[in-house]
Antibody, heavy 124, light 107 residues
Framework: QVTLNESGPVLVKPTETLTLTCTVSGFSLNNPRMGVSWIRQPPGKALEWLAHIFSNDEKSYTTSLKTRLTISKDTSKSQVVLIMTDMDPVDTATYHC????????????????WGQGTLVTVSS | DIQMTQSPSSLSASVGDRVTITCRASQTISSYLNWYQQRPGKAPKLLIYAASTLQSGVPSRFSGSGSGTDFTLNINSLQPEDFATYYCQQSYSTPFTFGPGTKVDIK
C-alpha cells in the first residue's frame, strides 16, 4: 500500500522559512517512473501545483514561486523536503504531497495517491 | 503557463442523474489531461488520466473524453458518494496546472 505523510509546522510567521517533509512508503524514490510532487490548496480555493522531483533528481517548480522554493529528497529515509522562503499570509494553505507517476513513453504524468495534507497558517 | 477553465463552477443534481463537467485548456494539450475528485475535508483522488483512462478501482460510471483543448468528465447515475468537487489538471507541460474546480452538490 502506497502512503504519503506530510509533516511540518502548523504556524509560521511572515518572512519566515517553511520546511515541509513528505515521508513515503510502499514505493521507492529510486523508481524511475515515480517521483513526489507538492501541491497546495488555500482554504476554500483550488489546487496549485508547486514542485516535483524524480529519482534522477529532475526537479521542476511553478513559475510564480520558483525563486522561493527548493525541493530535495533523501532516498535512504524515503523523504522529500520542500522549503519555501519568505512566507506571507497568502501562503496559508493545506500542503499536500503526492506521488507523481509518469509513463515511460510520452509525457503522461498524474498524481496518485495523495497525502492527507498539512494545514500551514502564516500569521504573526 | 497553460490556463485551465472548468464549467460550470457548481451544479446541483439528484442521485441517479447524469452529470457532465467540461474543462478547457488555453492551448492544445493533446490528451495530457487528468481528473480528480475531492470530497470535503479529504485529499484529492485520481479518477481519470490521459483524458479517458479510468484509474484502477474507480467505478465505471465515471468516464472522460476529449483531446486538444476541450475535455469532458461524465458521471452516469450519480451516487451519494459522488457529491464532491472535481478538478481537471494538465500534464502537457510544467508548470502543471489545475482547473478552478466544479462543485457537485445535492439538489
Amino acid at each position: 500500500q502506497v502512503t504519503l505523510n506530510e509533516s511540518g509546522p502548523v504556524l509560521v510567521k511572515p518572512t519566515e522559512t517553511l520546511t515541509l517533509t513528505c515521508t513515503v512508503s510502499g514505493f521507492s524514490l529510486n523508481n524511475p517512473r515515480m517521483g513526489v510532487s507538492w501541491i497546495r490548496q488555500p482554504p476554500g480555493k483550488a489546487l496549485e501545483w508547486l514542485a516535483h522531483i524524480f529519482s534522477n533528481d529532475e526537479k521542476s517548480y511553478t513559475t510564480s514561486l520558483k525563486t522561493r522554493l527548493t525541493i530535495s529528497k533523501d532516498t535512504s529515509k524515503s523523504q522529500v523536503v520542500l522549503i519555501m522562503t519568505d512566507m506571507d499570509p497568502v501562503d496559508t494553505a493545506t500542503y499536500h504531497c503526492a506521488r507523481i507517476f509518469k509513463t515511460l513513453a510520452g509525457r503522461f504524468y498524474w498524481f496518485d495517491p495523495w497525502g492527507q495534507g498539512t494545514l500551514v497558517t502564516v500569521s504573526s | 503557463d497553460i490556463q485551465m477553465t472548468q464549467s460550470p463552477s457548481s451544479l446541483s443534481a439528484s442521485v441517479g442523474d447524469r452529470v457532465t463537467i467540461t474543462c478547457r485548456a488555453s492551448q492544445t494539450i493533446s490528451s495530457y489531461l487528468n481528473w480528480y475528485q475531492q470530497r470535503p475535508g479529504k485529499a484529492p483522488k485520481l479518477l481519470i488520466y490521459a483524458a479517458s483512462t479510468l484509474q484502477s478501482g474507480v467505478p465505471s460510471r465515471f468516464s472522460g473524453s476529449g483531446s486538444g483543448t476541450d475535455f469532458t468528465l461524465n458521471i452516469n447515475s450519480l451516487q451519494p458518494e459522488d457529491f464532491a468537487t472535481y478538478y481537471c489538471q494538465q500534464s502537457y507541460s510544467t508548470p502543471f496546472t489545475f482547473g478552478p474546480g466544479t462543485k457537485v452538490d445535492i439538489k
